[in-house]
């Protein structure tokens, strides 16, 4: 299950409280019911942060079956369905801003991460479609891709390989990041929050189709 307030945001400032939809985002059909409850509930939608992301790691040939369907359904199709129910909205008003939370692995590739790694670059795929097919409004579609962000998904790769390697937290946390991001620092999710609020904000409207790298170097290289 994935809470609302994870994957759409009107955009619009309100008095009242956050509302929060659950919506198993595995399937098509309650992806798809969750943009109609938060638009009948608050109204149009402006602004979709796709943001509901799950992992599992392991290698090709042992990769659990039901891992990889979980994985790529909800970091991918549900991208899809979300989207594509705003965007008849959004095209009506000739104003709109989808932006993609991806990853540096939608990108580049790494072992394990089958599904994941196949997922973002879907995500990145998806993301510049709907930016070409919208380009003549003011109707913009981003990704944002980070490397490594200090988050729960994160800390238990850090914990696994903690384990694996025999290493303490400490050299655990710096041989992950050093072993991708030469800047060997986390990208904080506040920095993305910032990214997401450029790119929704009219400084951004000519930016469209982009995948914005926020990896310390780890893309570049």
Not at 61 to 67: L, P, T
Not at 98 to 112: D, K, M, P, Q, R
Not at 131 to 154: F, H, I, M, Q, R
Not at 188 to 194: F, H, Q, S
Request: glycine share 8%.
């Amino acid at each position: 299950m994935a809470r609302a307030i994870d994957q759409v945001s009107t955009g619009v400032p309100r008095a009242d409280s956050p509302k929060y939809l659950d919506a198993d985002l595995r399937s098509s059909w309650a992806a798809r019911l969750l943009i109609t409850d938060v638009e009948s509930s608050m109204g149009d939608v402006d602004l979709l942060v796709n943001n509901a992301g799950i992992q599992f790691t392991a290698r090709v040939e042992d990769f659990s079956v039901s891992k990889w369907d979980d994985i790529i359904a909800i970091n991918l199709p549900s991208v899809f369905h979300t989207s594509a129910a705003v965007l008849p909205g959004m095209q009506k008003r000739q104003h709109g801003r989808i932006i993609n939370i991806a990853s540096a692995h939608g990108l580049v590739a790494s072992a394990e991460k089958a599904a994941y790694v196949a997922a973002k670059h879907g995500v990145v795929g998806l993301t510049k479609t709907i930016a070409l097919e919208n380009a003549k409004s003011d109707l913009t579609c981003n990704a944002t891709c980070p490397g490594w962000v200090k988050t729960a998904l994160v800390e238990t790769q850090i914990q696994k390989y903690m384990e694996r390697k025999s290493l303490s937290y400490q050299d655990a946390t710096a041989t992950l990041l050093t072993g991708k991001e030469p800047g060997g620092r986390f990208t904080t999710p506040e920095k993305i929050v910032a990214a997401v609020l450029f790119l929704a904000s009219d400084a951004g409207n000519n930016m469209t189709g982009i995948s914005l790298a926020m990896d310390g170097g780890w893309t570049a290289q």
